[in-house]
């Protein structure tokens, strides 16, 4: 798990208690002690978590206020472009050897497009977008990709991309304020899968 504790016990039995002198634990059976390692993020906050709150207040602001935005920003542009050759997003992902993701990839991908849509009017909201794709497209390639060029099983794969992209974001996204769930933020994996910041071959 990317974020949790693990408790240690420890059981120390001492037959004979005459005469003890102690500074610490005594008992006449066992002592349990509860040790508390924190494998997470200090106080359990993802890096990230601090830009999407930032970023989710001037969001609540731009909407109280009506202020639409009628450009695009570099960085969502970015990501939108198309950066190889045009071939479909079943077609990549039968090259990678995971058809079995492409009724899944088809829909979600087309739930974040519409999302995406949905709020490009407000500057915030873009800023969100181009901040959650850049996530995806950095954690893949750091903690997915290698491990698919090795052609690990779809199963590990599956809980990598857990692990890894979905759980975090969506830890990230605190008062989630453009309603992502899981399945749209799998959506911006295959979004970028079908504009080739992603691919699933070496």
């Known amino acids: 798990m990317l974020d949790g504790t693990l408790t240690k016990t420890e059981n120390c039995t001492d037959v004979s208690q005459k005469n003890v002198q102690v500074s610490g634990d005594n008992a006449g059976r066992d002592v349990i002690k509860n040790v508390t390692i924190n494998t997470g993020p200090p106080n359990g906050v993802l890096p990230g978590a601090a830009i999407i709150a930032r970023l989710t207040q001037r ?5 109280s ?32 050897g995971r058809e079995d993701l492409i009724g899944f990839a088809l829909k979600t991908k087309e739930m974040f497009a519409k999302k995406l849509a949905k709020h490009s009017l407000y500057e915030s909201a873009q800023q969100i977008h181009a901040f959650l794709l850049a996530e995806v497209y950095t954690r893949y390639h750091e903690h997915v ?10 199963e590990e794969i599956n809980v990598l991309i857990r692990s890894y992209i979905i759980d975090p974001l969506l830890m990230m996204l605190g008062d989630n304020v453009l309603s992502h769930y899981a399945d749209e933020i799998n959506g911006m994996l295959y979004f970028l899968t079908g504009n080739c910041h992603i691919r699933w071959t070496r």
């Open 59 to 63: 969001y609540l602001q731009e909407k």
């Open 145 to 154: 990709y290698q491990r698919v060029c090795n052609g690990e099983p779809p």
């Open 65 to 96: 206020s009506n202020t639409e935005f009628r450009e695009t920003i570099d960085r969502l542009e970015h990501y939108q472009a198309v950066t190889g050759p045009i071939v479909p997003l079943e077609d990549k992902l039968k090259q990678g």
